[in-house]
């Protein structure tokens, strides 16, 4: 139970504050190397100012913090109290339908032979160029209120929906509009380079991202990353490299699709640009894990995609059994409708075989490393951002066990209840 002095507001503003969740039979402080995570039981957190200030003990934290003094107190008897969640990687900001498209996967017609067709990537880029800007700001919020409500307190979100300067100014506006005032906070990434436009080959294209996008993305001063999509009949490797070198010039951090459906030098590439993060992976090899792992790229498996198109899931024990941590994501987008990254656990879990613990650590600390997060984000520790969720399940495993119904109760957005 709930008790509060004041009203809720999105963002938290008012200084002085002070938050307290206790009693919880568990809290998930923050990431471990031998078991995943570090799970402290019948325990709390106190933050203050939407910091966290002491966590451990429930006695121990309300000995120096006493609900009398907080400005909120949350009773988590019996529930389970996590870091909120982190979204590494979405393409959240689009416009249409393509649930006709699911129909004819089901009946054999591959991803690529849609996209070949004019389909996939291209027919959402048509419904992006037609939509108002305003609606494109409506459909992104609606998504980033069911993500709230699934425990998502960060979230990235990309362009490459209109592979033109235009559109893709529009789009970085409209990701900016919708993250104002909303509690989530929305990271930007410009994907200009998402597939080749029509009437376009890709050399031609290459060049207008690099010389006629990036300058004017650059001076618009929304996007944080510059993502390419790597992979057999989109983009090559040393076109990716391009874009991305480019990016960087610009200020971009690289991100970079990988290995989705051929392993053609993806990862190769995300370790000579130094990118933060190499994401799909599903065909990579021995050799690609050793080039990201080298490199301190860190692997964003995306088990939903694979869930969604039938196909096998990456291989996420072969870098976790190398010591090298790995991010989830749900990579959201028409063609893998979900916003629920305790799906993504229990998929992680059941497809990929990382333990629950595991799985909660690739949510929260190790999807918060594919952002480039060094502030604590995605842990309950001292110093961190006071983001966190409580789920009504007795223990964290639960999160991946239970895949029935939304097990969150509450989510705190620097010590701030935004969803109840």
Same mark, same amino acid.
């Given at each position: ?9 999105s963002k ?14 568990e809290?998930v ?23 966290? /200030?002491?966590?451990?003990?429930t ?6 913090y ?33 649930s ?5 996967k ?22 992006v ?17 069911a ?7 960060? /979230? ?28 989530v ?10 597939? /080749? ?16 996008q990036l ?10 990353f ?25 200020g ?81 987008n ?9 799906f ?5 879990? /059941?497809g ?14 190790a ?54």
């Amino acid at each position: 139970m709930r008790e509060s002095s004041r009203e809720d507001a999105s963002k938290p503003a008012a200084s002085g504050e002070l938050t307290v969740v206790h009693n919880a039979a568990e809290v998930v402080v923050g990431p471990d190397d031998e078991t995943g995570v570090v799970v402290s039981e019948d325990a709390a957190f106190a933050a203050v100012d939407g910091t966290i /200030v002491a966590v451990g003990p429930t006695d121990d934290v309300l000995a120096e913090y006493p609900l009398h003094d907080a400005t909120t107190t949350i009773d988590a008897s019996g529930k389970t109290v996590l870091p909120g969640f982190v979204d590494p990687h979405t393409h959240a900001l689009f416009a249409g339908d393509r649930s006709d498209e699911f129909v004819s996967k089901l009946q054999g017609t591959t991803y690529e032979e849609i996209l070949a067709a004019g389909g996939g990537i291209l027919r959402t880029v048509d419904a992006v160029r037609e939509a108002s800007d305003d609606e494109l700001v409506s459909n992104l919020s609606a998504h980033l209120d069911a993500m709230l409500a699934h425990g998502t307190t960060t /979230v990235e979100v990309k362009t490459g929906y209109g592979l033109d300067t235009e559109t893709e100014l529009r789009m970085l506006d409209a990701i900016d509009r919708a993250s104002e005032g909303h509690p989530v906070d929305v990271v930007p990434t410009f994907m200009g380079a998402h597939a /080749v436009p029509r009437g376009m080959d890709a050399d031609e294209y290459v060049e207008e991202v690099v010389s006629e996008q990036l300058p004017a993305v650059a001076e618009q001063g929304v996007a944080e990353f510059c993502d390419v999509f790597c992979e057999r009949g989109v983009f090559t490797a040393d076109q990716s490299r391009r874009i991305l070198a480019a990016g960087r010039e610009f200020g971009l951090t690289p991100k970079i699709h990988a290995d989705e459906f051929a392993a053609i030098g993806g990862t190769a590439v995300a370790a000579e640009v130094e990118a933060v993060s190499a994401d799909h992976l599903l065909a990579t090899d021995d050799d690609g894990r050793e080039t990201l792992v080298d490199a301190g790229v860190t692997p964003v498996m995306l088990p939903g995609t694979a869930f969604g198109l039938g196909a096998e899931y990456a291989d996420a024990r072969a870098f976790l059994d190398t010591g090298h941590e790995v991010a989830l994501a749900t990579d959201f987008n028409p063609n893998c409708f979900t916003r629920s990254m305790g799906f993504v656990a229990t998929l992680a879990s /059941v497809g990929m075989r990382m333990t629950p613990h595991e799985a909660i650590r690739g949510i929260t600390s190790a999807a918060a490393t594919a952002l480039g997060r060094t502030d604590g984000t995605g842990t309950l520790s001292s110093g961190s951002p006071a983001d966190a969720v409580v789920l009504d399940v007795p223990n964290a495993t639960h999160l991946s066990y239970r895949f029935d119904t939304n097990p969150v109760e509450t989510v705190l957005k620097a010590g701030v209840v935004v969803h109840e």
